[in-house]
């Protein structure tokens, strides 16, 4: 039996790319992988309110710094070494600026032009959460 965990992944947008952040070795999961926003939806919050808690505490990017572009319908990626099936809630957000702070959670970011997701060692499905996202309507 898998544990079964909702969580956000958040993608920021500034001048056609987007923001990948390098997990530290200080988390739980994944670390040194590359991933979006990510966090853990707690009780019966809104997805997006997470997101945008997510992305205050790993960017330092505030509310009025970014603009929601899409949400994503939720995708279930199974990581059956874990044992886990998170259910991800997917957004895309414009943002204002390139500039971020990062936290503890991450060790490093890059600005990338979508089609390079692949290019990079991710969390699970990270490039197939992205095409869901954006191209949802």
């Known amino acids: 039996m898998t544990d079964i965990r909702h ?4 993608f920021l947008r500034f001048q056609g790319k987007i923001l990948l952040l ?12 590359w991933a979006g926003c990510s966090g853990y939806i707690e009780g019966n919050e809104v997805p997006y309110d997470r997101a945008i808690i997510e992305i ?23 990581d059956e070494g ?12 414009e943002i204002v600026t390139d500039q971020i702070q990062l936290d503890w959670e991450h060790k490093n970011y890059k600005w990338i032009p979508p089609d390079e997701l692949s290019n990079f ?3 699970p499905k990270l490039k197939e959460t992205y095409e869901q996202v954006q191209n949802s309507s």
């Open 82 to 93: 874990k044992g886990i099936t998170w259910i991800v809630h997917p957004f895309l957000f």
């Open 7 to 10: 969580v956000v992944t958040s």
């Open 121 to 123: 060692q991710t969390v």
């Open 56 to 78: 205050w505490e790993e960017t330092k990017l505030t509310e009025d710094q970014v603009t929601l572009i899409k949400k994503g319908d939720p995708i279930e990626i199974i």
């Open 22 to 33: 390098q997990r530290s070795s200080r988390v739980g999961t994944y670390q040194g992988q």
